[in-house]
């Protein structure tokens, strides 16, 4: 395995995410996704929107032979810090299903606005592709 979790003896492992990686192999940088789809439409809610923006940063990785367990890294930018608690459920259940349980390094940081009227959400995202031996 060329990615490795880093959890501090005695602290106690966050949920949804991880204090630290480290990892070998081929980076592969995302830029910043939203969550409008092919014909730049926007669901309603957060968590749609949560859903789709992470559907296309699967879209992007696999542009590059990256899967989601390769990611090391998510910088979420939300529009709502009410709002992302109000659907944290939906947003975990949507997370789990586009990315399975792999949760890497992360923060979630509200902003006043994105650049994109519509958008709730835009997440940035690095992964580590295994270097084939």
Avoid: C
């Amino acid at each position: 395995m060329t990615i490795q979790v880093l959890q501090p003896a005695g602290w106690p492992r966050p949920k949804g995410y991880a204090n630290g990686m480290v990892a070998e192999g081929r980076q592969v940088f995302v830029a910043g996704q939203i969550g409008w789809d092919e014909q730049q439409q926007f669901p309603a809610t957060l968590a749609e929107q949560v859903r789709q923006t992470l559907t296309n940063i699967v879209a992007v990785l696999n542009e590059a032979d990256a899967r989601p367990e390769h990611l090391v890294r998510l910088t979420w930018y939300v529009t709502s810090r009410d709002e992302y608690y109000a659907e944290l459920a939906q947003i975990g259940q949507a997370y789990r299903e586009v990315l399975g349980r792999h949760f890497p390094v992360m923060a979630v940081v509200q902003v006043v606005a994105l650049m994109e009227a519509q958008a709730k959400v835009e997440i940035e995202a690095t992964a580590v592709v295994p270097y084939v031996r």
